[in-house]
């Protein structure tokens, strides 16, 4: 694949793939904007045409076009590349070499998936009363239908089979692609069709009954192209609002989504068909740092949200929920009654811990012995998720507040974390990214500052790697003199040893919490010295 990258490279300038998510203006040689990422208060985003890199001083990110993409878009080097492919004019399957067969049979897949949609689209545009239906009952607009590419697929047994036959697809590639049943006929009938679209396009389908039957909604099963846990569905229509707004609303149904960008909050997505991931929120936390969860107040809603904070105190994310819904049973229902109450809704948003300690003293009877001690149980359960001590702090001092107990009381009844919990994952990721940029500092000394005799300091051999230190280099060095840089590399190598100290004394914690449970007391005490050890330094 380094041939089809190089070829991807010579058509598409960096300049013109970053230009299409931040608005860059001219500094000198390079290019400078404002971070995708939002976390720089002055424009820190440098971008070297000549040299066809990019490097974000304040989130301490940087290389080629695959690796800003990846980053920018939440997606694998995979799907970066095919994005680009795609973009540049590139046949990939060309550089396939050893995966030809795999790429060839994805790319059959992409075809007949490409090709069904665009049949589902006309055939919708062909039946009256399927067009009444979405757009009459379901309200939507023909822009909307246009946007998310909605159709319909014949209640026949065959019509999609006898389509893709015509146009010379095998029964094979129809069943890889996800579009046949177990009898070879095809998979959806009399349904309305709504595609599942990723950045490279049409990856499978839900698709929504009717008439009376079972089940409801049918959707593609996972295949090379469609794996659930990874997919968001409308993510691909609402990344730029998410981006510019600075905030991403999760849905739990796809017509939910749908509903919602025709409503004018085009921040929407939901997961399709699964349970929330870390993938998921993952993909979602490298566009924004806010999420709000628009679920169901059920006892599913409150299941869901639970699992939303776990996973959310892990990646930094600030999680929110909507739920003045006024009355409507969900998003969808809401809009059908009036659009400006949804926007409404966006923007009277509760932290989710907040509103999930209000569920739990809705349910339980707090004048009772058993309903505090249930009430407190839950209540620790939830805030061991919650990483920042000062919010923690004040969550404790709520539920103690309401328990008429005290913090220390709370404290001794407190539900015991896994060893896996007591060290977040939060915490590692930005010692992490400490570490990074004084290694990027370092390196970008060493080699282009003409200073020697640094030890530890590895001289990375990736090309990319060396360009992208060049410009940080030219960034914050290159007035200073060889003096002042020999002072700085020392001053960074005396902080690097420290940072990379205290991380280690974090992972021996976790070994530490791991040895106490199995009640090793040999192995704990052969811990605590190593741990003494790394803090006498």
């Given at each position: 694949m380094d041939d089809a990258k190089e070829e991807i490279r010579a058509r598409l300038s960096v300049e013109d793939v970053v230009g299409q998510y931040i608005e860059l203006k001219r500094a000198g040689r390079?290019?400078?904007?404002?971070s995708p990422w939002g976390v720089d208060k002055t424009p820190s985003f440098m971008v070297s045409p000549e040299k066809g890199i990019w490097h974000d001083f304040s989130a301490n990110k940087g290389g080629d076009i695959f690796s800003f993409i990846m980053e920018v878009e939440g997606i694998s080097f995979r799907e970066a590349l095919e994005k680009l492919a795609a973009q540049a004019g590139v046949e990939l399957k060309k550089y396939s070499g050893g995966n030809k067969r795999v790429a060839e049979r994805k790319q059959r897949m992409k075809e007949i998936l490409e090709l069904s949609c665009r049949y589902y689209q006309f055939c919708l545009t062909k039946n009256e009363?399927?067009?009444?239906?979405?757009?009459?009952?379901?309200?939507?607009?023909?822009?909307?239908v246009k946007e998310f590419r909605i159709g319909y697929s014949p209640n026949t047994g065959k019509a999609l089979v006898q389509f893709l036959t015509k146009k010379g697809y095998k029964m094979k590639e129809m069943e890889v692609a996800g579009v046949l049943n177990q009898y070879k006929g095809d998979l959806f009938r009399g349904r309305m069709m709504v595609p599942f679209i990723d950045s490279v396009g049409v990856i499978g389908y839900t698709a929504r009954?009717?008439?009376?039957?079972?089940?409801?909604?049918?959707?593609?099963?996972?295949?090379?192209?469609?794996?659930?846990?990874?997919?968001?569905f409308g993510l691909v229509q609402a990344k730029e609002s998410i981006r510019q707004n600075g905030f991403v609303v999760i849905v739990e149904g796809n017509m939910d989504v749908i509903s919602s960008h025709q409503a004018g909050v085009k921040e929407a997505v939901a997961t399709s068909g699964t349970a929330m991931t870390e993938g998921h929120l993952k993909m979602l936390s490298r566009l924004t740092g806010d999420v709000r969860l628009a679920y169901d107040g059920d006892a599913a809603g409150v299941k869901a949200t639970e699992r939303a904070?776990?996973?959310?105190?892990?990646?930094?994310?600030?999680?929110?929920?909507?739920?003045?819904?006024?009355?409507?049973?969900?998003?969808?229902?809401?809009?059908?009654?009036?659009?400006?109450?949804?926007?409404?809704?966006?923007?009277?948003?509760?932290?989710?811990?907040?509103?999930?300690?209000?569920?739990?003293?809705?349910?339980?009877?707090?004048?009772?012995?058993?309903?505090?001690?249930?009430?407190?149980?839950?209540?620790?359960?939830?805030?061991?998720?919650?990483?920042?001590?000062?919010?923690?702090?004040?969550?404790?001092?709520?539920?103690?507040?309401?328990?008429?107990?005290?913090?220390?009381?709370?404290?001794?009844?407190?539900?015991?974390?896994?060893?896996?919990?007591?060290?977040?994952?939060?915490n590692l990721e930005a010692s992490s990214d400490v570490l990074a940029g004084i290694k990027d500092n370092l390196q970008a000394i060493v080699v282009y500052g003409g200073v020697t005799g640094v030890k530890g300091v590895e001289i990375p051999e990736d090309e990319t790697r060396l360009t992208e230190l060049e410009m940080i280099f030219e960034e914050r060095y290159k007035d200073w003199n060889k003096l002042a840089l020999e002072k700085e590399a020392k001053a960074l190598l005396t902080r690097y040893k420290v940072e990379m100290g205290k991380q280690e004394v974090e992972m021996l914690n976790v070994e530490l919490a791991k040895a106490e449970e199995a009640g090793d007391e040999d192995l704990q005490a052969e811990i605590l010295r190593k741990i003494m050890v790394l803090k006498r330094g």
């Open positions: 390079n290019l400078k904007g404002r009363k399927v067009c009444d239906y979405v757009f009459n009952k379901r309200n939507l607009t023909k822009p909307t009954i009717l008439g009376k039957g079972e089940p409801k909604y049918l959707n593609t099963p996972e295949t090379l192209l469609f794996n659930k846990s990874r997919f968001v904070i776990m996973l959310a105190g892990d990646l930094g994310i600030n999680l929110s929920v909507i739920s003045d819904y006024h009355g409507a049973k969900d998003p969808d229902e809401l809009i059908q009654k009036d659009p400006k109450l949804w926007q409404e809704a966006v923007k009277n948003y509760r932290p989710a811990v907040d509103w999930l300690l209000d569920k739990y003293e809705e349910n339980l009877d707090l004048n009772s012995g058993p309903g505090k001690r249930e009430y407190a149980n839950l209540a620790m359960k939830l805030l061991k998720n919650v990483t920042h001590s000062v919010e923690k702090k004040h969550y404790m001092q709520l539920v103690a507040r309401k328990l008429d107990c005290s913090v220390d009381d709370l404290s001794e009844n407190k539900i015991v974390e896994t060893p896996a919990k007591r060290l977040k994952k939060a």
